[in-house]
């Protein structure tokens, strides 16, 4: 989803332009008059980013810290209804990776040598935003993971039922042959289940989700080590309840400030 740009002709009507045209002339296709583009930052703010400065995900923690689009209350994903539902997501970052002991070759006090095994330490941010989405859409969102489940059964039951059948073949044929039938079902099954390996808590159906965010996707592409998990949904009336039923709570506080509250602020500063 990449950003548009445009810019007004003096006929009225919109040239659609591209980050690198700013500052140089463009033909307007209506009247062939020549249109000056203005620079990139304000070519950024004409579009809607009021922080052309920032980097994507820090444009992601500072809109959404002030409550402004693409976190200002719509849906997500048709961005045009209020959102019923926040999906919390973590964004898991590798800011730094050192060595801490580069290995080698090291003497020691009896005066042999050892080999020493090289050491790196990880430096890692934990970010969160939420996914926002309203009620018709969360039936989407709940029908993509339900699929992605329907088909983990279908696919374990067809190993299961795959594994049956070598057995009956080894009851009526060779033993060698059941033998190798056994190690190709093994390799299937390792296959299949190395999917779960690294126990990451976001499957790949959610990811375009996410990437209906605003500056989502140019966040991901910048960064080069990283994991996305998500939360369990909340619903955002209930919060909104809470906040009206809390004698300690503040009225004024918006269910969003209610959620980013509930976590460390460190988790809403820039890495
Ligand atoms: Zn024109
Ligand atoms: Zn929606």
Request: aromatic letters at 14%; proline letters at 5%; glycine letters at 4%.
């Amino acid at each position: 989803m990449a950003e548009k740009y445009y810019v007004e002709c003096d006929c009225g009507k919109r040239a659609r332009v591209a980050l690198h045209e700013a500052g140089t002339d463009k033909r307007c296709e209506a009247c062939q008059q020549t249109v000056r583009v203005p620079d990139t930052i304000t070519l950024q703010q004409s579009a809607g980013d009021n922080y052309p400065l920032l980097r994507p995900l820090q444009k992601i923690l500072m809109t959404l810290r002030k409550e402004e689009p693409p976190f200002d209350g719509l849906c997500h994903h048709c961005e045009n209804r209020e959102a019923d539902i926040l999906i919390p997501v973590k964004l898991n970052i590798l800011i730094e990776r050192y060595m801490k002991n580069d290995g080698g070759i090291r003497p020691t006090i009896t005066g042999d040598i050892a080999l020493v095994a090289s050491a790196a330490e990880e430096f890692w941010k934990e970010v969160w935003f939420p996914l926002l989405l309203c009620n018709e859409c969360r039936e989407q969102y709940f029908e993509d993971r339900e699929r992605q489940r329907r088909k983990r059964r279908w696919e374990l039951w067809g190993l299961f039922s795959l594994l049956g059948a070598f057995l009956v073949f080894a009851y009526f044929f060779a033993v060698i042959i059941a033998m190798f039938s056994f190690f190709f079902w093994l390799l299937l099954a390792f296959g299949w289940a190395s999917q779960f390996r690294d126990r990451k808590k976001m499957d790949a159906w959610q990811l375009p989700w996410l990437e209906e965010i605003r500056w989502v996707p140019e966040a991901l592409a910048m960064e080069d080590e990283y994991n996305l998990e998500t939360g369990k949904p909340l619903d955002l009336h209930k919060i909104r309840q809470i906040i009206n039923d809390s004698e300690d709570l503040d009225d004024e506080l918006t269910p969003l400030q209610w959620w980013m509250q509930q976590f460390k602020s460190g988790y809403f500063e820039f890495p």
